[in-house]
Structures are given as C-alpha cells and as structure tokens.
C-alpha cells in the first residue's frame, strides 16, 4: 500500500489559497472621504450576496470615525452640526413580506449622532400646508430628497388621482426644531 507524501510546496501552494480566499470574501470598504463638518462617507463594494452601498460617518476633533447610517440612498445635505439624508431600512414584516424589506426613509442628524427618522414629521408638516386628506394618505411614502438653495424638499408619493406626489420644503431651522422634539 503507497502512502500519499504532500510534499512542501503543495502544502505552501494550499496555504497561499486559504489567504488568498480568507482576504478576498469580504466587503470591501473605501477610505473615508470626508464632504463638510466632520461628515463623509464610505463605499462599501458589493459581492455575490450583497448590493453596493454607502455609509454615511462622523470624524470627530480626535480622528476616530462614528458610524452614523449604514445604508443611505441620496445626497448628504449638511450645514453646520446636522445632515439630512435618505436612508434605507428594513420594514417590519407583515403576511405579504414576512421577511420585512427595506423601505426609504428621511433622516437628520445632529453630529456626532445618532440618526432621527424625520419622515412622519416632515409628511404632516406638508399635509396640513396643503389641506390633503390624511385618511387617505401613506406617510411613509417617501420618494425623494432635493437641495435648493438652503431649502430641503422631501418628495412624496400620494394615493390622490389628480397629483401623483407631494412636494414638502423645510428650511435648516426647521429641520433642527423637529430633532428637538
């Protein structure tokens, strides 16, 4: 009966394999790129299992990053201390979904944190402005953020036939009074 003898650089050949595949299985990640205020942030590369992404962090005064969303789908607004962006997150399942999914959400935050969901808040403010019918309306019908001008607009979509969406616009001081509330 032949014994079956690795030899040397069989044994090094594996072992160049298992560093190779334990390095390369992971997400990769991007530096961070900073944008205004400490705020920036990071790439994460997508893979077999997973989409690509963008997190949004904090630099604080020491150098050490916070991470303040892991998952955010829209421009990043900043002034001064706060950022305002879109963010996803998963949704509580339900019988359609039992694995819930991953709904798009309006978030301000005041650095170094952390994240507020402001969509409710921000879809009442413009439902009384323009006299909807909330019986009706979804708030959580968020489809948008846009910039102008110091001025924040949150798009959302409506059940209502003669307009298919609700334009709500909000300045930076208001955005600050609902992270007080």
């Given at each position: 009966m032949?014994r079956c003898r690795l030899?040397?650089?069989?044994?090094?050949f594996a072992?160049?394999?298992?560093i190779?595949?334990s390095?390369?299985?992971g997400r990769?990640r991007?530096?961070?790129?900073?944008?205004k205020?400490g705020?920036g942030?990071?790439v994460?590369?997508g893979?077999?299992d997973?989409?690509?992404g963008e997190?949004?962090?904090?630099r604080?005064p020491?150098?050490?990053d916070k991470?303040?969303?892991?998952?955010?789908?829209?421009?990043?607004?900043?002034t001064?201390?706060?950022a305002?962006?879109?963010?996803e997150r998963?949704a509580k399942a339900t019988?359609?979904?039992p694995?819930?999914?991953?709904?798009?959400r309006?978030?301000?935050v005041?650095?170094?944190g952390p994240?507020?969901?402001i969509?409710t808040?921000?879809?009442?403010?413009?439902?009384r402005?323009?006299?909807l019918d909330?019986t009706?309306?979804n708030?959580?019908?968020?489809?948008?953020?846009?910039?102008?001008t110091?001025?924040?607009i949150a798009?959302?979509t409506?059940?209502d036939?003669?307009?298919?969406s609700?334009?709500?616009?909000n300045?930076?001081d208001?955005?600050?009074?609902?992270?007080?509330?």
């Amino acid at each position: 009966m032949k014994r079956c003898r690795l030899s040397f650089p069989m044994i090094r050949f594996a072992f160049f394999l298992a560093i190779l595949f334990s390095f390369g299985c992971g997400r990769q990640r991007s530096k961070f790129t900073p944008l205004k205020n400490g705020f920036g942030y990071v790439v994460i590369a997508g893979g077999i299992d997973s989409a690509p992404g963008e997190e949004l962090h904090f630099r604080g005064p020491d150098g050490r990053d916070k991470l303040i969303w892991d998952n955010v789908v829209s421009p990043i607004l900043i002034t001064n201390d706060m950022a305002i962006f879109a963010g996803e997150r998963l949704a509580k399942a339900t019988p359609d979904e039992p694995l819930g999914y991953l709904e798009r959400r309006l978030f301000a935050v005041r650095a170094p944190g952390p994240a507020v969901d402001i969509t409710t808040q921000v879809f009442w403010i413009g439902a009384r402005a323009e006299n909807l019918d909330t019986t009706r309306e979804n708030p959580n019908s968020f489809l948008e953020l846009k910039n102008k001008t110091d001025q924040i607009i949150a798009v959302f979509t409506l059940n209502d036939m003669k307009r298919a969406s609700m334009h709500v616009t909000n300045t930076w001081d208001q955005v600050a009074e609902l992270l007080h509330k």
